[in-house]
């Protein structure tokens, strides 16, 4: 168990619709990342927070949004939803900041998302 | 721009064979360097890392990598493979002074023949 949690584990919906994946880091992370992992593009990154604030964007589409609360909590926004969406959603967390930070991501279980 | 490049991308090996893993990063400055193995239908989990110091760093289950600056490389190595070993193996650098930046690999799928 990493201590990242992450709801729903799996997720059925059609296309068109919007879904939220929620991400509860380990006690303490203030950095929250999320992953996509699909069959054909592999580990891609998505976007970076840090205590609430952005601090990186990588491969995320516009209909894609994330916010990361006072809590820490993290959640990833996905609507006008297409086939191509279906994917496993990764979150992961990592400590401190800089020369503070212990280095490794530490992952959730993942929210699998299928678009039917 | 900043990427990691590995460069197999399905191995198959019998059991007791060696086994090593490419995996080169682009930026020629200060990286942290991870390996991450994901079995199958669970999530990812870290190998073994490297920060600093002996380039050469052991990690869980008989793995061990080494870092070659000269060559921004950081091969998995494992002298012999167990069929428990089956799963995808994810190299990763981190950018510590961007932000904390993570970049991972697309990944090698290693099969092992028991």
């Known amino acids: 168990d990493s201590g990242v949690t992450q709801t729903p584990k799996h997720l059925i919906t059609a296309t068109g619709q919007r879904v939220t994946l929620r991400c509860s880091p380990r006690s303490g992370d203030l950095s929250v990342y999320w992953y996509q992992q699909s069959l054909d593009q592999g580990l891609q990154f998505l976007i970076q927070y840090y205590n609430g604030e952005e601090r990186a964007k990588g491969n995320i589409l516009e209909r894609f949004s994330a916010q990361q609360f006072p809590d820490l909590h993290s959640e990833l926004n996905l609507s006008s939803l297409e086939l191509g969406d279906s994917a496993l959603y990764f979150c992961?967390?990592?400590?401190?900041?800089?020369?503070?930070?212990?280095?490794?991501?530490?992952f959730g279980e993942g929210s699998r998302l299928t678009v039917l | 721009a900043q990427s990691v490049s590995q460069h197999n991308h399905h191995v198959i090996l019998s059991e007791a064979a060696s086994l090593e893993l490419g995996c080169n990063y682009s930026?020629?400055?200060?990286?942290?360097l991870f390996w991450y193995v994901q079995y199958p239908g669970q999530h990812l989990q870290l190998l073994l890392k490297?920060?600093?110091?002996?380039?050469l760093v052991k990690g869980i289950k008989g793995f061990e990598a080494e870092f070659i600056k000269s060559k921004f490389s950081f091969n998995l190595r494992k002298p012999s493979v167990q069929w428990s070993d089956t799963a995808e193996y994810f190299c990763?650098?981190?950018?510590?002074?961007?932000?904390?930046?993570?970049?991972f690999g697309s990944g090698t799928k290693l099969n092992v023949k028991p």
């Open positions: 990763a650098v981190k950018y510590p002074y961007n932000f904390n930046k993570f970049y």
């Open positions: 490297y920060f600093s110091g002996d380039p």
């Open positions: 992961a967390s990592t400590a401190g900041w800089g020369t503070q930070n212990t280095g490794e991501l530490f």
């Open positions: 930026y020629g400055g200060t990286v942290n």
